[in-house]
């Protein structure tokens, strides 16, 4: 089975972590690149749209509150706790961020 993980950041989170602290969450990205995972970090520019039927409604920043969408991992594993525990301790999810993880 496939896992789409949305990781979104939390910027203090991140700021409040020492140098040793972020290169050790971003070797967790080697890690899973080297797994076979997709890993892609995204831009902080976004634009949100929701169809809303009679119109359409179209802002600039992230439409989850308060976090912004940091980038995303397809990783192929049998169970969902094999996800989990590839994705803790990942840069979103050490600094206070959040990884979403969707089954497809």
């Given at each position: 089975?496939?896992?789409?993980?949305?990781?979104?950041e939390?910027?203090?989170?991140?700021?409040?972590?020492?140098?040793?602290?972020?290169?050790?969450?971003?070797?967790?990205?080697s890690?899973?690149?080297?797994?076979?995972?997709?890993?892609?970090?995204?831009?902080?520019?976004?634009?949100?749209?929701?169809?809303?039927?009679?119109?359409?409604?179209?802002?600039?920043?992230?439409?989850?509150?308060?976090?912004?969408?940091?980038?995303?991992?397809?990783?192929?594993?049998?169970?969902?706790?094999?996800?989990?525990?590839?994705?803790?301790?990942?840069?979103?999810?050490?600094?206070?961020?959040?990884?979403?993880?969707?089954?497809?």
């Amino acid at each position: 089975m496939k896992f789409l993980c949305l990781a979104f950041e939390d910027k203090d989170g991140w700021a409040s972590l020492n140098d040793d602290e972020k290169s050790n969450v971003l070797a967790q990205d080697s890690v899973l690149r080297g797994s076979g995972a997709t890993v892609v970090a995204l831009r902080p520019q976004v634009t949100s749209v929701r169809n809303c039927g009679k119109y359409l409604e179209v802002s600039d920043g992230p439409h989850q509150a308060g976090l912004a969408l940091a980038g995303f991992y397809i990783i192929e594993a049998e169970r969902v706790a094999t996800v989990v525990e590839l994705v803790a301790n990942t840069p979103c999810a050490r600094a206070k961020g959040v990884i979403e993880i969707h089954p497809f």
